[in-house]
């Protein structure tokens, strides 16, 4: 064992190692291993530098983003159905700015993101190839068989839709940085991504990577607009590959005169969700049923006989809001809404106000979290161990990005 070698590994490397597995445990562990690790990390480093915690720009524009969300959920706990799991989602909240802290450690550095970024695509082209495999064979390199309606869940086999809606948040990362070494290739795994999109029979995430092609088009000069219509040909033609995707384009046929519940049908029973989260936001406007409850008193305020999320309803069970805003108005209210419409609107400041060249390096980071937090995308809750790492990460990321560049005391020179 080298243990002069072991002697030079800094928290920063330790750190970027971590921020790696938030994203290469996903499909299996989920993030919370390397978040607790992260976490312990984070803590170490604020006792060490507690004098000068916030010194630096990214780690003052992370504590202000972190008391939008934190201070809202706070407020929901006295009126909460339960105030001992509002007061846990608070805990956990907390405890992941420590996990941020860590992130802007190790992310401070230029070299450090473009490491990550370079890994997080050679991540996403091993999740892609195994759902090609299993798209084909009908298992993918792991064993794990197509889910029972036939959808592709690649590494992901919890039977929803992590591969491909986790893919289009990374999206932006994966395209910005193939797009610096070449522009086919860059080109070719756009492609890659919107196969599997449809080979998941995921409409959320044919429409956040539509966003991304918007992006990349507004990015690109104009010359290479050929290849992104090949794209969007690519992104209609393919629909035929998936049986979930044709059943649900053909929800379109036939409808005649539409009622609620033929669009309800449509958005395969979203409506019905928003309609009894709203009924919760009307209830209970400035603090919300309680941050994490929506789930726990869904059945308290739906009000159709029919409805699949009841309990012997087709899906047996109650699920998320389906929508990141309206989740988070039903559980802290209004407050907790404006709240994190003025972490967005900061961001999108903080964004615009950065040089061009800071911005160039921000993007890929930035516009992933455009992409999960997009008004239009019906999938994510917010306080989720499955998604809130990778949130905080591309957060950590984009404000390090932003930042001057600090000189990272474990600089990764290989990319």
């Known amino acids: ?19 790696l597995m938030l994203i290469v445990l996903s499909p299996h562990l989920s993030p919370r291993l390397p978040s607790a690790l992260l976490g312990l990390l984070g803590a170490w480093l604020a006792w060490k ?14 504590a202000i983003i972190f008391a939008l969300l934190l201070i809202p959920i706070l407020a929901s706990i006295p009126a909460s159905y339960d105030w001992r799991h509002s007061s846990l989602v608070a ?4 405890l992941y700015f420590l996990v941020g802290v860590a992130l802007i450690h190790a992310l ?14 050679v991540i996403m082209l091993v999740w892609a190839v195994d759902g090609l495999i299993q798209y084909i064979f009908g298992r993918d390199l792991l064993g794990i068989p197509l889910y029972k309606d036939g959808r592709v869940t690649g590494f992901f086999a919890r039977g929803n839709m992590s591969l491909s809606n986790i893919f289009a948040m990374l999206l932006p990362i994966a395209l910005w940085y193939l797009l610096r070494k070449n522009v086919l290739a860059m080109l070719a795994f756009f492609i890659l991504a919107v196969v599997i999109a449809i080979v998941v029979g995921s409409r959320n995430a044919l429409v956040m990577m539509s966003v991304v092609l918007v992006g990349m088009w507004l990015r690109l000069p104009r010359r290479y607009s050929v290849g992104l219509i090949a794209v969007v040909l690519v992104m ?4 035929g590959l998936s049986p979930i995707m044709q059943e649900r384009m053909q929800r379109f046929s036939g409808l005649g005169t539409m009622t609620f519940e033929k669009y309800d049908h449509l958005a395969s029973g979203r409506l019905t969700i928003w309609e009894t989260a709203v009924r919760m936001i009307v209830d209970r406007p400035l603090t919300g049923v309680g941050a994490g409850m929506f789930a726990k008193v869904y059945e308290k ?5 029919n409805d699949p999320f009841l309990d012997g309803g087709s899906y047996g069970r109650s699920l998320p809001a389906h929508n990141v805003y309206l989740s988070i108005a039903a559980e802290s209210g209004i407050f907790g809404l404006l709240c994190i419409i003025a972490a967005f609107v900061l961001c999108v400041k903080w964004y615009f106000k950065a040089p061009p060249s800071r911005r160039d390096l921000a993007w ?17 809750t917010l306080y989720v161990h499955y998604f809130f790492p990778i949130a905080l990460l591309l957060l950590a990321a984009t404000l390090t990005a932003l930042s001057q560049p600090l000189e990272a005391s474990g600089q990764i020179k290989k990319v």
């Open 108 to 121: 401070r550095g230029d070299a450090e993101r473009l490491w990550l970024a370079k890994w997080i695509t």
């Open 49 to 62: 530098y507690r004098s000068s915690l916030f010194a630096s720009e990214a780690a003052r524009r992370l």
């Open 364 to 380: 890929p980071y930035a516009f992933g979290l455009l992409i999960a937090m997009f008004p239009l995308s019906i999938e994510h």
């Open 301 to 305: 305020y739906s009000t159709r006989p």
């Open 1 to 19: 064992m080298n243990w002069q070698a072991i002697k030079k590994i800094t928290a920063v490397h330790i750190g970027v190692f971590l921020a």
């Open 91 to 94: 805990v956990a909240v907390g």
């Open 236 to 239: 209609v033609g393919a629909i």
